[in-house]
């Protein structure tokens, strides 16, 4: 019987927390563009290819198997 119940190791957890935090920071990052509206670089590209990234890492977090 496994001893622990959790559906996901240590490992997969602590990527799982890196690609939240990749996907806020993409947030973050068009909430600060200076234009008007969001329009600028920082809120139409920059920020959006990052929040991806985050979502493109949380399937990699998911996915992951450890060696063991």
Do not use: C, R, W
């Given at each position: 019987?496994?001893?622990?119940?959790?559906p996901?190791?240590r490992?997969?957890y602590?990527?799982?927390?890196?690609?939240?935090?990749?996907?806020?920071?993409?947030?973050?990052?068009?909430?600060?563009?200076?234009?008007?509206?969001?329009?600028?670089?920082?809120?139409?590209?920059?920020?959006?290819?990052?929040?991806?990234?985050?979502?493109?890492?949380?399937?990699y977090?998911?996915?992951?198997?450890?060696?063991?």
């Open positions: 019987m496994n001893k622990n119940n959790l996901f190791s490992k997969n602590q990527l799982m927390l890196i690609g939240i935090a990749i996907i806020i920071g993409g947030f973050v990052i068009m909430a600060l563009d200076g234009e008007p509206h969001g329009f600028g670089f920082m809120g139409l590209t920059l920020g959006p290819v990052i929040t991806l990234a985050g979502f493109i890492f949380e399937f977090a998911i996915f992951y198997k450890s060696e063991k």
